[in-house]
């Protein structure tokens, strides 16, 4: 069964450091989701991305966040400069359709660790 | 912004059971959908609702989705030590918006 996958399964950087956390969505999807969430929080939603641009973002996704598919496989999420807030279990997630996010399936997760 | 509240937050019970956990918002999502969650993974999504009173089942869960489109209510019988988990309801605000509540945690015991 196609699944979403996701690497690192855990990452623990320095506060200020650059981090990059990578997603393989399932293959024939064609939407593309990050999601975080703080260690005894809600899911809370970053960012869609569909046809190689950004469809929505939240508050949370300020400048620090990017996005991009470089090679039509992965998909990632750079934070440019990690802050002690970072730190959260980040799940990518993808589906085909856009009709009412249904269908979303959710990778593993990436436990980010800013020390 | 869109909240979605949940309750209880915490629930306990013995299997064999029967139990409702409900998911509520002022406003309208176009769809609902109900996911479970087990510590350290993500969430797996269980049933999408989109019409106003819609009622679906999955094996011994019940979902049903609120006329209004700004509740929904997850039963469940029998519950069994394998039901176990976070239950996080999410809303769509018709492409807007994509929230989600802060979950029930159930623990169902042997």
């Known amino acids: 069964e196609p699944e979403v996958t996701q690497t690192p399964s855990h990452q623990v950087t320095q506060m200020g450091q650059e981090v990059i956390l990578r997603c393989v969505p399932i293959s024939n999807h064609l939407y593309f989701y990050w999601y975080r969430q703080i260690l005894g929080q809600k899911v809370e939603f970053l960012v869609s991305?569909?046809?190689?641009?950004?469809?929505?973002k939240s508050e949370i996704f300020d400048d620090q966040f990017s996005v991009e598919r470089p090679d039509g496989s992965n998909f990632t999420l750079k934070i440019r400069s990690t802050k002690l807030e970072d730190s959260a279990m980040y799940f990518c997630?993808?589906?085909?359709?856009?009709?009412?996010?249904?269908?979303?399936?959710f990778g593993p997760g990436t436990r980010l660790t800013v020390l | 912004t869109q909240l979605l509240e949940q309750s209880p937050q915490f629930l306990s019970i013995q299997e064999g059971e029967n139990l409702t956990v409900y998911c509520n918002s002022s406003?309208?999502?176009?769809?609902l959908q109900w996911y479970r969650q087990e510590p350290g993974e993500g969430p797996v999504l269980l049933v999408t609702?989109?019409?106003?009173?819609e009622v679906k089942k999955l094996k011994r869960l019940t979902f049903q989705f609120g006329d209004a489109r700004k509740d929904s209510s997850l039963h469940i019988t029998a519950a069994q030590p394998g039901d176990t988990g976070l239950y996080l309801c999410?809303?769509?605000?018709?492409?807007?918006?994509?929230?989600f509540g802060p979950g029930t945690r159930l623990s169902v015991l042997p």
């Open positions: 999410a809303g769509d605000d018709y492409g807007q918006n994509f929230v």
């Open positions: 609702v989109v019409t106003g009173g």
């Open positions: 406003s309208v999502f176009s769809s």
């Open positions: 991305f569909y046809n190689n641009e950004i469809s929505e």
């Open positions: 997630a993808s589906n085909l359709e856009r009709i009412s996010y249904n269908e979303q399936f």
